[in-house]
């Protein structure tokens, strides 16, 4: 087994087992479900930054090598954007890390993306959990307006197969999910009896 393939299934299991709750959960789409991913969890966690940084920037250079940047919407995006840009410096393939705000700042520069944008010609657009993919398409939306910039595709550390996918691809981007809700709940469920 490969260095990525081991970095993949650990990152799965973290995910699978801290990310990972039941209960009573209100989504940011609005819609209620009976499970919740805080992704948080790992990718704000020293080792599953590592794995997340590792596993990701492997996605992007067998996407893409030409791309350099990496960007998403706040909060779910900073670590993932922070791990692989470190990665891919120390990798000597350096990729830009940006990201874009909430709302622009009401003060000084009024900047809705922080980071070298202006230095970045492709971007992975990149969020930790999609449900309806409306975070990640507000991102597409606000880096579409740098024109210098192209936005290559879309990645997702889990897809919580409920149309999200298909709304990013519905704008003409390609979308790469590192790992589908189904799988992890599986796992979930069968470590758990």
Do not use: W
Request: with cysteine; net charge negative; proline share 3%.
């Amino acid at each position: 087994m490969d260095e990525i393939q081991q970095y993949r299934e650990k990152l799965f299991k973290l995910l699978a087992e801290r990310s990972l709750s039941f209960g009573h959960f209100v989504l940011t789409s609005g819609r209620v479900s009976d499970h919740y991913f805080d992704c948080k969890k790992v990718t704000r966690n020293s080792e599953g930054k590592f794995l997340v940084g590792n596993v990701c920037f492997y996605e992007i250079l067998k996407f893409d090598p030409t791309i350099d940047g990496i960007g998403g919407l706040t909060m779910g995006a900073d670590p993932i954007c922070d791990a692989v840009s470190l990665i891919s410096y120390m990798k000597k393939h350096p990729i830009e890390s940006i990201i874009v705000r909430k709302e622009p700042k009401s003060h000084g520069t009024k900047k809705d993306i922080e980071g070298n944008i202006e230095e970045v010609s492709k971007i992975m657009v990149v969020d930790d959990v999609i449900t309806t993919g409306g975070s990640t398409l507000k991102a597409i939306e606000v880096i579409s307006n740098y024109p210098n910039v192209q936005i290559v595709g879309a990645m997702v550390l889990v897809d919580r197969e409920e149309g999200g996918r298909e709304n990013i691809t519905n704008k003409g981007f390609k979308v790469i999910s590192i790992f589908k809700e189904s799988e992890l709940i599986d796992y979930s469920k069968s470590t758990k009896s």
